[in-house]
């Protein structure tokens, strides 16, 4: 996604941030001028399950935080990360990963807008190894993610009448239940977080 251009102040590097929704890419834009960076970090509004539109062997590195899952045909996109990269360039990303039993129910509760990809452990190692990449460190996000899903369930709750009136009855209550399910399915290690570093190694 577009993310937070204050990353090209705190590394000193310039930045390219795409995404499917324009007005994310409109924001982008906006904190980035807002902040005095126009001139290390832009923006474009692309499909990042389609082949970037950048040369081979463009970028440093490349990051992908929480939208993985969101990206139909994952090989192809991780063989799409590796040609962008130099060599020794570096991936972050981050992804949800089955690690235990789910339901049926609780996917679809998981789940209720747009594609989704639940992968089971091990699997984007796999895909890494198959794109060049050398898999430098795994880490897991799980617990930081129960701390965050328990406070969204409470802020919800706190707020209830406004975001009732804000979402409507039935947004309101599949966005509730998203939730909850999320946090429950995270604290009992059924489906966990991780952020994963690797190496462009051919």
Not at 1 to 23: E, F, K, L, R, Y
Not at 41 to 58: T, V
């Amino acid at each position: 996604s577009a993310g937070d251009p204050s990353a090209a102040s705190t590394a000193g590097c310039s930045v390219v941030g795409v995404d499917s929704s324009q007005p994310a890419i409109a924001n982008a834009v906006a904190l980035a001028k807002e902040k005095g960076l126009s001139a290390r970090a832009q923006f474009q509004c692309w499909d990042a399950g389609q082949a970037l539109p950048f040369h081979d062997r463009s970028f440093d590195a490349v990051t992908c935080v929480d939208a993985l899952a969101h990206i139909p045909n994952r090989p192809k996109v991780f063989a799409d990360w590796a040609r962008v990269l130099k060599q020794n360039g570096r991936l972050m990303f981050t992804d949800q990963v089955l690690t235990g039993p789910i339901s049926n129910t609780e996917i679809a509760t998981r789940t209720p807008h747009g594609y989704f990809l639940l992968v089971p452990d091990r699997y984007d190692e796999q895909l890494l190894d198959g794109a060049g990449f050398e898999l430098l460190r795994r880490v897991d996000l799980t617990p930081s993610f129960v701390r965050i899903a328990t406070r969204h369930c409470k802020a919800r709750a706190q707020h209830a009448a406004a975001l009732r009136a804000a979402e409507g009855d039935e947004e309101f209550e599949i966005q509730n239940r998203y939730r909850a399910v999320a946090e429950q399915l995270a604290r009992e290690g059924r489906l966990s977080h991780f952020a994963y570093i690797a190496r462009r190694a051919t």
